[in-house]
């Protein structure tokens, strides 16, 4: 099987400026934003062996030049990135701008290629180093989106969400944390961590304590007991500007001023944000959401579909590390889910991190690399079909034209079957333990059996199975 | 109030004031109580005795100008019972406290919209007022209007204090109250003070002298301010979203 190779892009600061720049940048490969990189951070990115093109970007028109490179199987690039201008003051700031907007737009952050190490065998077993001395933090941003290919698309995938753990520190580390609001328990020592660039969801019925998890993190409530970071910065009272400053929560509902139009809603919450020029930011966040030609439309006029995306634009502005969807699809009739659930699809191809919480298993299936499911208590945490081996047995399903004649005979030969049962006349189904290895072994044992086979298939548990496994049991929990 | 970020607040202001200009229902009746203020103390004075002595005279003429200062309290009174509690029952006020907004800047912003102008409205109908003496009023009247230099002064100097005042203990149960409508009642009761106060005056207790209304004034610039310290530490981000008072750590 082919190995993925990793990318390394260092951001470094300028030279001649010592102070911190705190506008994300992006990193692109291929066209496709997979990271984002924090000031003097480097970002983890893997993608399969060949010929790519990496780009890193501040805003569409202050990037690096597109720079090409041949990625061979389980190789290292380091690459690293800085500003070429200090702009440490509004003046060069703007007089840059003003240039490198008129002359060329990738003149703007300096990206080079540092080294190409020998090849690793085993990303996942690989430490990432350090990109230079000069790094004053090694965070690792992860995303598993750098691909080109369904097939490649998936390497990474897998690749990233073991390495997530193994390498990287977390956007969110989530430890023993508990609320209750006097005798009653909202959740109770809920640990997890999400990556960066991961679409993690949090699964549970309703009560679970999804939404005040969400509001604790989000610095609205503070926990009982246990701890929390958030972006690197521990949840703290004292850290609430700081992580609110890093993270945007969309409430189930949107809460919008309705007798304000989007433009006027939007440029309010880009205030509360700092942002001191948020034309374009806005604009960015209408184009993301489909609704440029609605911006001055009022939002008491909006479907509540229409509302939805507003409030997913208004989570874009601050362009957050980490952005918290508190069901955002709830009340939605089924076109406007589906418009919802593609926007999301699209923040995760840009690489934005997000935490889903949703009741509605569909949906979290086709979203998240990694879901939680919890109910008060946090049940499991994992990918969906890591939960599915987890908990479920493989099996085959068998379906014949006619009832086997001696169907006990028949199983019972074939190693890889572990045991059977008839579910219909004409239907079994073979626990084993391997189904590649036992689908031929089948197959051959139904033919020399002479039975008419309409089908063999692997029997795919849904995450709905692995819900309820979880959860159907368990009493609704109190709502605070 | 270290570390006020002022575009923020700026920002909570600016969305306000759009929001009263976009409902009408709210710039009509921020209008229509200065008019129906302005009404009685315009009757009072037109029909003030001019040949009468001059103490009657004065006292004819103090009444009608405090009357007019109950016109500051009520209309902030209400908008500032509504502003935080109205937030919660819209439903717009968590995602306003999930941004880097701290509290402070969340209530001076609301306490700024609903002041700017609930005191430019009734500074806006004192000098309308005042014009209507000037040319309307009987010689007489008017002299004993324009010279009554500490009832004007402290129209026009209690008027932004004891709005405050209203402004502040409307937010204060604003902040606690469940829903509008007890917030608004009990809102009104901002206005006690101030009717105290001129219940003072009319009977006596309180001579009205500049010393007594640069005295009045300071004692509400301080009363104004510790409320509004006491406002700030009763926003509590946890009651507003759960309801429930914060549990704290174990």
């Given amino acids: 099987m082919a190995v993925p190779a990793t990318l390394s892009i260092a951001r470094k600061g300028h030279k001649a400026n010592s102070a911190t720049n705190t506008r994300p940048w992006r990193v692109f490969v291929d066209g496709e934003a997979v990271a984002t990189l924090a000031d003097r951070d480097t970002a983890s990115v893997t993608v399969p062996a060949g010929r790519h093109t990496l780009r890193v970007a501040s805003t569409s028109i202050l990037r690096s030049r597109d720079l090409s490179f041949d990625a061979r199987d389980g190789s290292l690039l380091r690459f690293s990135c800085s500003p070429r201008s200090p702009a440490p003051i509004i003046f060069t700031r703007w007089l840059f701008w003003l240039l490198v907007t008129l002359v060329r737009h990738d003149l703007w952050i300096e990206l080079t290629l540092d080294d190409d190490v020998e090849s690793v065998t085993d990303p996942r077993q690989q430490t990432l180093p350090a990109a230079n001395a000069a790094t004053s933090s090694s965070t690792v941003t992860t995303s598993p989106r750098a691909t080109l290919t369904p097939e490649a698309r998936a390497i990474v995938i897998a690749n990233m969400a073991a390495q997530r753990h193994l390498d990287g520190p977390s956007v969110l580390v989530v430890e023993h944390l508990t609320k209750r609001f006097g005798n009653r328990t909202a959740f109770t020592d809920v640990s997890f961590e999400v990556g960066y660039g991961e679409v993690f969801g949090f699964l549970g019925p309703n009560g679970a304590g999804k939404t005040t998890t969400v509001r604790t993190l989000g610095t609205l409530i503070s926990p009982t007991s246990g701890s929390a970071t958030i972006a690197g910065i521990p949840l703290l009272p004292e850290n609430g500007v700081a992580i609110r400053q890093k993270i945007a929560i969309m409430p189930e509902s949107p809460g919008l001023y309705l007798r304000l139009s989007v433009r006027e809603n939007l440029e309010y919450f880009a205030g509360l944000y700092g942002l001191r020029h948020p034309a374009p930011r806005i604009a960015e966040a209408l184009d993301a959401v489909n609704l440029s030609d609605r911006a001055n439309d009022l939002c008491g006029g909006l479907s509540k579909g229409l509302r939805q995306r507003v409030g997913l634009a208004r989570t874009l502005l601050s362009e957050p590390t980490l952005m918290f969807l508190d069901e955002p699809t709830s009340g939605l009739d089924p076109v406007a889910t589906l418009e919802v659930l593609n926007l999301i699809l699209a923040l995760k191809a840009r690489g934005v991190t997000i935490f889903l919480t949703t009741h509605r298993l569909d949906e979290a299936e086709r979203l998240c690399d990694r879901v939680a499911i919890m109910n008060t208590k946090l049940r499991t945490v994992g990918r969906t079909e890591d939960l599915r081996e987890q908990l479920f047995k493989r099996s085959l399903m068998v379906r014949t034209l006619a009832p086997l004649s001696d169907a006990a005979q028949l199983f019972a030969h074939i190693p890889s079957v572990e045991e059977w049962r008839v579910n219909t006349d004409n239907s079994y189904e073979l626990t084993v333990t391997d189904p590649t290895v036992a689908a031929p072994e089948v197959t051959r044992a139904l033919v020399g059996a002479h039975a008419d086979v309409l089908s063999i298939a692997e029997s795919q548990h849904s995450l709905e199975d692995v819900y309820l496994e979880l959860i159907a049991d368990d009493v609704e929990a109190p709502t605070p | ?250």
Avoid at chain 2, 55 to 75: F, K
Avoid at chain 2, 208 to 226: I, K, Q, R, S
Wanted: hydrophobic share 55%.
């Fill in chain 2, 1 to 250: 109030m270290k570390n006020l970020d002022l575009p923020r607040v700026v920002a909570v202001v600016r969305r306000e004031l759009l929001d009263y200009r976009r409902k009408r229902s709210i710039v009509v009746s921020m209008l229509i109580f200065p008019v129906l203020f302005l009404v009685e103390p315009v009757v009072a004075i037109f029909v003030a005795p001019p040949s009468g002595s001059t103490s009657s005279l004065d006292n004819a003429v103090i009444l009608p100008l405090l009357y007019m200062l109950l016109m500051a309290v009520v209309t902030p009174s209400t908008l500032a019972a509504y502003s935080i509690v109205g937030e919660r029952e819209q439903g717009t006020l968590e995602p306003l406290l999930t941004t880097p907004l701290r509290q402070q800047e969340f209530v001076l912003g609301k306490a700024a919209a609903v002041m700017i102008p609930s005191v430019a409205l009734a500074y806006a109908v004192y000098a309308l007022f005042l014009i209507c003496v000037a040319l309307f009023a009987h010689r007489d009247v008017s002299a004993a209007v324009f010279h009554d230099g500490p009832t004007l002064l402290a129209l026009f100097l209690f008027a932004p204090l004891v709005a405050g005042w209203a402004v502040v203990v409307g937010m204060g149960v604003s902040v606690r109250a469940t829903e509008v409508r007890v917030a608004q009642q009990l809102g009104m009761l901002a206005s006690f003070p101030v009717i105290g106060v001129i219940v003072l005056l009319i009977s006596g207790v309180i001579q009205p002298t500049f010393a007594a209304a640069l005295e009045f004034g300071a004692g509400l610039l301080v009363a104004d301010l510790l409320a509004l310290r006491l406002v700030s530490r009763l926003f509590d981000r946890e009651r507003l979203v759960t309801g429930s008072k914060a549990s704290g750590r174990e």
